[in-house]
């Protein structure tokens, strides 16, 4: 299947990239088929678990250490506290820096939480597990936050075909209820995992699930109308999200 895309991606500038809790994966849209929709590519995909090394990292283990931590990005210490009957990774996070003096009295609204986010970010804890026959070879964090957790899997996700690293663009989908600190530390994961697996600065884009399917709907019903040389008039859509 490589060897018949090979000259799509060799031309290559940008890429879907699905960041999940559970699975991750790297898509193509291929608008060069002849087919009147566009046909969607996976390219590759990991389950979004990590193990830290002495000398590096591994991801896509069943058994990682380090699972679901997506629910953790961009979340402060006091949301965590108070969501304590919310199924969350729980062993994995650091409290020894955040007293329990320190958790808010109120519960924290939509700005409370992205403030609290800025303030008072969730740290992991630094597990380091044995060494597997092959990993990334690359010198493990000393800070451990759950976005760092998300760039080992991108960085993963990068080295498994050689046109990745070089993309110059990529359009990631979040979850509808991420906040605009939810967003920012994305966006900022995956351009690390650009500038440390191929040296370069990547524009990243990132969009909610909602507005991905709504965006996939326009580009199929567009490649309809040419196909058939014809004109859709403009319409309203309404788009699930059944998360």
């Not at 929709?37 to 390219?43: A, E, T």
């Not at 210490?77 to 990774?89: D, N, T």
Request: charged share 15%; hydrophobic share 35%.
């Amino acid at each position: 299947m490589l060897l018949l895309l090979a000259p799509l991606l060799l031309h290559l500038t940008s890429f879907g990239l699905d960041l999940g809790t559970t699975t991750s994966a790297v898509s193509l849209l291929n608008t060069t088929s002849s087919t009147s929709s566009p046909i969607p590519i996976i390219l590759c995909d990991t389950l979004s678990s990590v193990d830290l090394h002495e000398d590096g990292f591994s991801v896509g283990s069943s058994t990682a250490t380090y699972t679901s931590v997506k629910r953790l990005i961009g979340k402060g210490f006091g949301w965590f506290h108070q969501e304590s009957k919310v199924s969350l990774p729980r062993s994995l996070v650091d409290v020894s820096s955040f007293p329990a003096s320190m958790v808010p009295k109120k519960q924290l609204n939509n700005s409370g939480v992205m403030e609290d986010a800025r303030t008072n970010p969730i740290k992991l804890r630094r597990i380091i597990s044995p060494s597997p026959e092959s990993y990334k070879s690359s010198p493990p964090p000393s800070t451990i936050v759950p976005s760092t957790i998300s760039t080992c899997v991108v960085r993963h996700l990068l080295s498994q075909h050689p046109s990745l690293p070089s993309a110059r663009g990529c359009v990631v989908g979040v979850p509808a209820y991420f906040n605009d600190v939810q967003k920012g530390e994305t966006e900022a994961c995956v351009k690390a995992a650009f500038a440390e697996e191929g040296g370069v600065e990547v524009k990243v884009k990132v969009i909610t699930e909602p507005e991905a399917a709504s965006l996939a709907y326009s580009v199929a019903s567009r490649r309809t109308d040419s196909a058939s040389s014809s004109s859709s008039p403009e319409e309203n859509i309404l788009v699930f999200d059944l998360g």
